[in-house]
């Protein structure tokens, strides 16, 4: 693919890619404010951009065989827990930005959780094997992932048992 091309469809991708989350974001709030069917729209329009994005991420070969899959997935959360997250946390923190350093913190205890899992995963998968989980809790507060039983709080943030998803 030649370079224009491709860099067209990488800035595509990012920006479906963030319209599809914003408008997810937008349903939740439009829902609680008792706006249902504004809620729907949002989230209707946030998977047809989800579609938008994932044809762009297929035209720029970005979808390979499950086990490199993990292995991209792998070495995304291992760049945001040893580089990413450290570095905006400090700048947070440098700037006295409560709110960053809260969000920036989370994140970073639940992307080595992540990098774990996947790596478990990847590893059943060249193994020939499915990854041996039941259920995989995550906390709609912090995103701390967990799987087995469901605690009575949040490791991370300490948000009820009622906050944590079950998948």
């Known amino acids: 693919m030649r370079k224009m091309t491709e860099g067209n469809l990488e800035a595509a991708f990012a ?28 989230r209707a329009i946030a998977f047809a951009e989800q579609v938008h994005a994932t044809n762009h991420f297929k035209n720029l070969d970005g979808l390979g065989a499950t086990a490199d899959n993990l292995q991209v997935a792998i070495d995304g959360e291992t760049y945001e827990v040893e580089e990413m997250y450290p570095a905006f946390r400090a700048v947070a923190e440098l700037q006295g930005e409560a709110g960053a350093v809260r969000s920036t913190t989370w994140a970073l205890e639940a992307e080595k959780i992540h990098a774990d899992l996947y790596g478990r995963a990847k590893t059943a998968v060249v193994d020939g094997q499915d990854l041996d ?30 906050r944590i998803r079950t998948f």
């Open 133 to 162: 989980v039941d259920k995989i809790h995550i906390c709609e507060v912090c995103g701390w992932t967990g799987t087995g039983e469901k605690p009575d709080k949040c490791p991370i943030c300490g948000a009820k048992a009622e």
């Open 15 to 42: 920006g479906e890619s963030k319209a599809h989350m914003r408008y997810l974001i937008f349903a939740d709030k439009a829902e609680k404010e008792g706006h249902a069917n504004v809620a729907r729209l949002f």
